[in-house]
């Protein structure tokens, strides 16, 4: 009985070898740092929406429009909730990927 009692006490003071070690968790940042990685949830296709199904959000026609013949259309994405350095950002990007398109097609001529 002493046994038993010396292992349960030892088991549970030790870590278990299948548990990561405790200064090796990772806890999730709270909501208000800057550092929590939460991805922006994709807005569903129009039909998606009104189902309230998930929508694989696929070009030109996701796969549940592409199923039921109908026309998939994406709502404009309403850019007011993101704060003015994110718009920048947002900005920039599109003018760099008109710059990379007017790049390839220049190639493509030559």
Do not use: W
């Amino acid at each position: 009985m002493n046994s038993l009692h010396e292992h349960m006490s030892r088991s549970l003071a030790e870590p278990s070898p299948h548990a990561p070690p405790s200064s090796t968790r990772k806890r999730p940042a709270p909501r208000g740092s800057a550092s929590y990685s939460r991805k922006r949830a994709v807005t569903a296709c129009q039909v998606c929406c009104a189902r309230r199904t998930k929508c694989d959000n696929l070009k030109p026609s996701c796969s549940f429009c592409l199923k039921v013949g109908a026309k998939c259309v994406q709502s404009p994405v309403d850019l007011s909730s993101y704060d003015p350095p994110s718009l920048q950002i947002l900005q920039r990007l599109d003018d760099l990927e008109q710059l990379v398109r007017g790049i390839g097609s220049s190639e493509d001529a030559l």
